[in-house]
């Protein structure tokens, strides 16, 4: 039997039944990446002997009977969160050589809960695209076909779940970039609500937005994910004090009494009618589930791109000030000034993408232009949540697309790099809302690439979105199917 | 409005980044043509809107006052490009 191919819950089955080791396990994920990666490319680092070593300490623990709720788990993580003694490059030069000296806090909670870490995962540089091609180290590929992009920017996160070179994958939101590549592999991706999971050690873009959360092979490993994640953190003060559910009880079946709103604009011109005919089949779902369909209206979501593209870039011009070549990353070496120092380093390490938003929030924020810009932004965020405030007082849960196209092949885009920012338009409102939202798969285009359904539920409705997309899940019965050539 | 090569030079200079003449000019299209598809925010009057500053409704965080363990000096210089064993070190200032 495959091990690799097989979910958290039933891979935890087996080893408290002692059917198999962790080691063996851990074993099995490495030899599946030995014999894909090459055309996936998921991996920037890989650490074999030390997921060799932890699956050892976690099969101590589980012939204890101490592992915890993931003991004995392999998992990658996106190169965006911290890990103690890994090397953390963000997919950039500027970070190519950086070793934290500690871990994400997301990251000690999977070790706690006795996750072993496979290395870490190709993603767009700091997080800042939708195809992961501008990951500094080369993009990471479909694992539906390999001449596909996988997504962007936890790209590598989606690729190596839908690969199955790993169980499990760690990744970061803040504008889709969970969600989307989780649409394009035919995984599922939750973006939880902002402040649910701390953020220390998740190395910042865009600070209001960013979000980490699980990338897995379905929506019961997912809520397991979660129930480990989440929680209040004194060191990231944005994360909330509120009580940890048990996200497993809440995925039961049928949806009677349970409203789901279609929102009308998220249905947009330019929306693939592959993409629409496969939602609106899993919408059609959710109705034989038991759930009650209703049109609803986000009026000010044609606005989203706009704002995301002024508070994005803003944050994070004033969050990449940090790589000055001095304390962490890349120096030029070549410098003999300070200032030559700040602007070799950065100029070098930096790529094209990060350098124009950069240059996007810098201007934003700029004397003279900041009310003119950011603070319009702002307030036309503020109308954005009140949309979302007003549609969760009658419906539990949204249901529309994740993506307007399923994914496109790999430099189609590269050469327009704006034509890509409103590809994002279905995702970047939970952003600016902090609502949490999931992409589960509903179908396949006629070329068979993954098409994703977006669910989205208000502030800390975790509970609500699992379910709608657990009832999906059983109803659309794809989520066990895996690439067929890799 | 148009954006100059000029203005992308000041902001790039802001934001400590060098810029070829080329990349300047490049630059300067694109930021216009990103400043035009963010003009659509005035269609929307915002004069009674008060601004987003957090995505969830949460006050003051605060926590008691105590010391805590920390980043041990070495390892927190352990990533540093030049460094003496006490301080990052760069080319004089002064």
Not at chain 1, 333 to 351: A, E, M
Not at chain 1, 410 to 419: N, Q, R, V, W, Y
Not at chain 1, 439 to 444: A, E, L, Q, T
Request: charged residues 25%; glycine residues 8%; contains cysteine.
């Amino acid at each position: 039997m495959s091990l690799h191919r097989l979910t958290i819950h039933e891979l935890r089955e087996m080893l408290d039944g002692r059917q198999v080791s962790a080691v063996e396990l851990t074993r099995d994920v490495l030899q599946r990446i030995e014999k894909v990666e090459d055309r996936v490319k998921a991996y920037i680092t890989l650490d074999p002997e030390g997921a060799l070593k932890r699956a050892e300490a976690s099969d101590a623990e589980l012939k204890k009977g101490t592992g915890g709720p993931l003991c004995g788990i392999p998992f990658s993580i996106k190169d965006v969160l911290c890990t103690d003694g890994m090397r953390t490059t963000c997919g950039s030069r500027i970070l190519e050589n950086f070793v934290p000296p500690y871990d994400a806090t997301a990251i000690v909670k999977l070790k706690a809960a006795g996750a072993v870490l496979l290395g870490k995962v190709s993603m767009d540089e700091f997080a800042m695209g939708s195809t992961s091609e501008n990951c500094a180290f080369g993009p990471p590929r479909n694992p539906w076909d390999t001449e596909y992009i996988c997504g962007g920017s936890s790209g590598g996160s989606a690729a190596s779940v839908a690969a199955d070179e790993c169980i499990a994958s760690l990744g970061t939101d803040t504008g889709g970039s969970i969600r989307q590549p989780a649409s394009h592999c035919g995984v599922v991706g939750l973006k939880p609500t902002y402040g649910r999971v701390s953020r220390y050690g998740l190395v910042a873009f865009a600070s209001s937005l960013d979000q980490a959360g699980p990338l897995t092979k379905d929506v019961t490993d997912c809520a397991l994910m979660m129930n480990v994640i989440s929680g209040h953190d004194a060191k990231d003060s944005t994360s909330v004090d509120q009580k940890v559910p048990d996200y497993r009880i809440a995925l039961t079946e049928g949806l009677q009494g349970t409203k789901v709103g279609i929102p009308r604009e998220y249905f947009i011109k330019g929306l693939d009618p592959e993409v629409e005919t496969a939602v609106r089949q899993g919408i059609n779902s959710l109705r034989e589930a038991g759930a009650e369909i209703v049109e609803v209206s986000l009026p000010h979501n044609d606005y989203c791109v706009a704002v995301y593209y002024i508070v994005a870039p803003a944050e994070a011009s004033s969050n990449l000030a940090r790589y000055d070549g001095v304390r962490y990353g890349f120096r030029d070496r070549s410098s003999d000034t300070l200032l030559d120092i700040y602007k070799n380093s950065r100029s070098f390490g930096f790529g094209d993408e990060v350098k124009r938003r950069i240059i996007i929030g810098t201007y934003a924020l700029s004397s003279g232009y900041y009310d003119a810009y950011y603070k319009k932004a702002s307030q036309v965020r503020t109308l954005i949540t009140e949309d979302f405030k007003k549609v969760f007082e009658t419906c539990d849960v949204l249901a529309s697309p994740v993506t307007p196209t399923p994914a496109w092949k790999l430099a189609e885009k590269i050469d327009d790099p704006l034509s890509l920012y409103p590809t994002d338009i279905l995702t970047i409102s939970a952003n600016l809302a902090g609502i949490t939202g999931i992409s589960v798969p509903c179908g396949f285009s006629s070329a068979g690439l993954p098409i994703g359904l977006q669910i989205q539920a208000s502030h800390f409705q975790e509970e609500k979105l699992l379910r709608a997309a657990y009832n999906l899940e059983q109803r659309m019965n794809i989520s066990h199917l895996r690439p067929k050539n890799l | 409005m148009k954006i100059t090569p000029q203005e992308i030079s000041h902001v790039a200079d802001l934001a400590r980044l060098h810029m070829s003449r080329e990349e300047l000019e490049a630059m300067a299209l694109q930021l216009d043509d990103i400043l035009n598809y963010v003009a659509k925010l005035n269609e929307l009057d915002t004069e009674s809107v008060t601004p987003t500053t957090h995505a969830i409704s949460i006050t003051n965080a605060f926590r008691e006052d105590v010391v805590k363990p920390s980043l041990p000096r070495d390892k927190a210089l352990a990533n540093g490009p030049k460094q003496n064993g006490e301080a990052f070190v760069v080319p004089r200032v002064i």
